[in-house]
């Protein structure tokens, strides 16, 4: 595995390179598991909170399916009261392994014209804990049937296509 903090910076410039484009980032997970890397988009509507809990419930099993051990998570997001779009826009990359916990983001700015600020390393306790309790423990048990489950919602025809990273 790359120097997961590496990762994250090319996930960021990666996030920042969609908005300088004009275009949304939809929140990407990228999963560092033995033999493969795997990028899963996970578009979901805000407005309907029980897409973004089935979103954070099947992940994590995919990665304990594919016996992750790390994953980055790049995401655009409003920094300010929660829900509300009066805060500044940033673009956040999280990453999480078994020995590390951290964050990055870029706030942007649009007036005068695009500008993106230097990167701001977070420290652990300013992010949310539920991400690093996303990567499952080397405890974790997928049966045959949630494996076969998995594999079909992860197909490249499923609801969360997982494509080898390239």
């Known amino acids: 595995m790359n120097n997961l903090r590496d990762l994250m910076l090319e996930d960021l410039?990666?996030?920042?390179?969609?908005?300088?484009?004009?275009?949304?980032?939809?929140?990407t997970w990228r999963?560092?598991?033995?033999?493969?890397?795997?990028?899963?988009?996970?578009?979901?509507?805000p407005d309907k909170p029980e897409q973004r809990e089935r979103m954070l419930t099947l992940v994590p099993r995919f990665m304990a399916w594919k016996m992750?051990?790390?994953?980055?998570?790049?995401?655009?997001?409003?920094?300010?009261p929660e829900r509300t779009r009066?805060?500044?826009?940033?673009?956040?990359?999280?990453?999480?392994s078994r020995t590390q916990r951290m964050g990055v983001l870029r706030r942007i700015r649009r007036t005068p014209g695009l500008i993106f600020m230097a990167p701001e390393w977070l420290q652990p306790e300013s992010i949310d804990a539920q991400y690093f309790r996303l990567l499952p423990s080397g405890q974790s048990v997928v049966t045959d049937e949630e494996a076969a489950m998995l594999a079909a919602i992860f197909d490249e025809n499923g609801e969360l296509p997982a494509r080898p990273w390239s």
């Open 13 to 27: 410039a990666r996030g920042l390179a969609m908005v300088r484009d004009g275009h949304e980032i939809v929140p």
């Open 31 to 45: 999963i560092i598991a033995p033999g493969d890397d795997y990028v899963i988009l996970t578009r979901f509507d």
């Open 68 to 80: 992750a051990t790390a994953f980055a998570l790049t995401t655009e997001t409003w920094l300010g």
């Open 86 to 96: 009066s805060g500044e826009e940033a673009v956040l990359a999280i990453g999480v």
